[in-house]
């Protein structure tokens, strides 16, 4: 009965359907985005502005005339999961928490969630690959103004 | 050589005891303090026994030391070390210091002359240990020698760069800085804000627009005393 059943075309048939399945898909990683953070201080001594900061320098000046001088202290990037939260380290002890909300949408958007130090969470949703400036409300000793730039990258392997 | 005397009486001190052990203390003038001793070694057994150990020892060692050789001995000794005339340390003086000085130059300068002129010759050209390693490809370690091998130096996608201080960015020879370049910043068509929490003293930061690029701004208190309307995006 089963030798009847299980002719060689049958068998055949099998071994075509299994080889066009073929194995289980992999689980899919979790995409990460990498988070870069830039931190500024600006002051109203001096006027030396660093080469790579002309353009966040410019646009602060429109709203703060009396900032002048610019000031890269340092730049930080990690790589976070959706949900994985993280600290960037600042200046003075200081620090900033961010959150991955959510990683690139279909429009190449990545939410996130930034608490700059004495504020609260601020929630977003920005294309990948530029900076968002966060003038906090931070000032060292020496009057200089906490400067933060958020970028996240890379979104859709761009 | 003298004693002392104390609660018991007078006592020998040691250099006295070792005196009389050698037979120091003979008849004559001397005699008093060896009867003196004697009598004090009668009382004092254990000394005694000291006393008598260091004699035998003394008598051990007289009896065993060689002779010393008789003066005749010496002298054909003393001839021969005289005929000897051994040379002493000192300046060569059959050369002049100016002349050992010239010779070393010129001894010098041809051995300079003689290499470079091998050199020449046989077209080698020596390269220093350091730029060998450096004209190695970066990655991967690479034999230079049969005792050397060049470190490995990672490759720029090998090394990924987490954080830098500002001033230190040129001081980078691998990797990857987090910001290479300028800032490129939002534009306003790039950026929606879905929510902002106050801070614990209920101040809310504002969206302003400069030019097409916004930027979250917290205000000073100063600032705060003046507030801007903020813009929507």
């Known amino acids: 009965m089963v030798g009847t059943l299980f002719t060689p075309r049958l068998a055949g048939f099998v071994v075509l359907v299994s080889c066009l399945a073929g194995p289980d898909p992999a689980p899919e990683e979790p995409k990460r985005v990498k988070v870069t953070v830039v931190t500024i201080l600006a002051s109203d ?3 030396e502005v660093d080469a790579r900061l002309k353009g966040i320098a410019a646009e602060v000046r429109k709203m703060n005339p009396q900032l002048k001088a ?9 790589s976070l999961a959706v949900d994985e939260k993280a600290a960037f380290p600042l200046v003075d002890e200081q620090s900033a928490q961010v959150v991955i909300r ?9 939410s996130l969630g930034v608490t700059p130090p004495k504020q609260g969470e601020i929630a977003y949703r920005a294309v990948c690959g530029k900076f968002l400036p966060i003038v906090t409300r931070y000032q060292t000793e020496g009057k200089e103004r906490l400067i933060l730039a958020v970028r996240v990258q890379p979104c859709n392997g761009k | 050589m003298t004693g002392q005397f104390g609660e018991s009486g007078w006592t020998p001190d040691a250099e006295l005891l070792a005196a009389y052990a050698d037979g120091e203390l003979e008849d004559g003038p ?30 051990w060692f007289q009896a065993t030391t060689p002779a010393d050789p008789p003066e005749s001995a010496w002298e054909p000794v003393a001839a021969r070390l005289q005929g000897l005339r051994l040379p002493l340390p000192g300046p060569d003086r059959r050369w002049s210091r100016w002349a050992r000085l010239t010779a070393l130059g010129i001894t010098g300068a041809a051995c300079v002359l003689l290499a470079f002129t091998l050199a020449t010759l046989l077209g ?3 390269v220093p240990s350091w730029q060998g390693a450096l004209n190695q490809p970066r990655a991967g370690a690479s034999s230079i020698g049969p005792d050397m091998e060049a470190l490995p130096v990672a490759t720029a996608a090998e090394v990924e760069i987490l954080s830098v ?3 230190d960015t040129a001081t980078l020879v691998v990797g990857e800085l987090p910001l290479e370049g300028s800032l490129l910043l939002l534009q306003a068509d790039e950026l929606t804000l879905t929510a902002v929490e106050p801070a614990r003293d209920n101040m809310v930061p504002e969206v302003r627009k400069g030019g097409n690029a916004p930027m979250i701004w917290a205000p000073l208190d100063a600032e705060r005393e003046d507030p801007e309307e903020p813009d929507q995006v």
């Not at chain 2, 003196?36 to 009668?42: P, R, V």
């Open chain 1, 45 to 47: 001594k001096g006027d």
């Open chain 1, 70 to 78: 610019f000031k890269l202290v340092s730049m930080a990037s990690k």
């Open chain 1, 102 to 110: 959510h990683s690139a949408d279909p429009n190449n958007r990545v």
């Open chain 2, 124 to 126: 080698r050209r020596e």
């Open chain 2, 165 to 167: 201080q500002g001033d």
């Open chain 2, 30 to 59: 001397t005699g008093d303090l060896r009867n003196q001793i004697e009598t004090w070694l009668a009382r004092h057994p254990r000394a005694a026994d000291k006393v008598e150990a260091q004699r035998r020892v003394t008598e």
